[in-house]
């Protein structure tokens, strides 16, 4: 098994910076990706970035629009997401997830393992 661990959410106010951390332990050598999905009330659970846990090579949600950032250290079997430009509308619960299949996807269905998530509110 994978266990994640996220952290870093918290209180900011509009055109505020937020950094997210996943560290993820146990059979880390099993992992192919990981990702970061979000979850705002009444929402569905949202795809936000994914990264290569091998080459790095990402991929993000077309709404992202360049204000979201995912980075990895294999070192320190840890993900990032470097949130630039919040708006209220970024307000929900991060989640990581990681996936044991290859490839880098944005259905959450494909993802295996999962964090206990962390709350971000963006205050306008």
């Known amino acids: 098994q994978v266990q994640l661990v996220e952290s870093g959410g918290g209180l900011v106010q509009a055109g505020g910076s937020l950094r997210l951390s996943c560290h993820a332990s146990g059979r880390t050598f099993s992992i192919s990706s990981i990702g970061w999905f979000r979850h705002a009330p009444g929402k569905e659970r949202q795809f936000v970035a994914a990264?290569?846990?091998?080459?790095?090579?990402?991929l993000y949600a077309d709404y992202v629009e360049g204000r979201l950032t995912i980075s990895g250290d294999n070192d320190k079997n840890t993900v990032y997401l470097q949130m630039d430009s919040l708006k209220p509308e970024d307000t929900a619960v991060y989640y990581c997830a990681c996936r044991i299949a290859y490839g880098l996807v944005k259905n959450n269905y494909d993802y295996r393992y999962w964090g206990q998530g962390t709350q971000v509110t963006v205050s306008s």
């Open positions: 990264i290569n846990w091998g080459d790095g090579s990402t």
